[in-house]
């Protein structure tokens, strides 16, 4: 059976930006080019309307270059049940306020049964900490949480 993965907009961005002149970034986003390129048949892949809204915003070059790098890719509804969770999520303290939007990308994986979330949002997404809080609400909540992780943990 083929897995699923969440496409997280840090991903789309990494895919579409130019190289950086931060030697980890730049070391990020071609580790997302070389998972993309050898990887990514491999799997279903996912966006949703928080990945659409997110890549659409700032440069128009850029945001039109991100919008059109995922207009074949499936695009998951954000819906009640998602937005119960990101709320849960956000109550729990789980995540700070601010990080709304991060807290609707995690619910939608997770509502929609994704076997892994890709994304390079260390801070409020693949955060071990931060994860495993989540997965604990998820879990109590009925749903059963993807494995988060970057493009570098899931070149297999």
């Not at 030697?23 to 080019?33: P, V």
């Not at 119960?84 to 509502?111: G, Q, W």
């Not at 955060?127 to 070149?155: K, Q, Y």
Request: proline share 4%; glycine share 2%.
């Amino acid at each position: 059976m083929i897995e699923k993965v969440y496409i997280e907009t840090t991903v789309v961005s990494y895919l579409t930006s130019r190289p950086s002149g931060d030697s980890l970034t730049r070391s990020h986003q071609e580790l997302t080019r070389d998972w993309w390129d050898r990887r990514r048949a491999e799997f279903e892949i996912y966006v949703s309307e928080v990945v659409l809204d997110e890549a659409a915003r700032g440069d128009r070059t850029m945001a039109t270059a991100r919008l059109n790098l995922v207009q074949s890719i499936p695009v998951l509804a954000v819906n009640e049940d998602a937005r119960t969770l990101a709320t849960a999520i956000l109550r729990s303290a789980a995540l700070p306020r601010k990080a709304a939007a991060d807290a609707l990308h995690i619910a939608v994986a997770t509502v929609n049964a994704m076997d892994y979330l890709l994304s390079w949002n260390c801070t409020h997404i693949a955060n071990a900490i931060i994860a495993r809080r989540i997965s604990a609400i998820s879990r109590e909540m009925g749903f059963d949480p993807p494995t988060v992780c970057t493009p570098e943990e899931l070149m297999g």
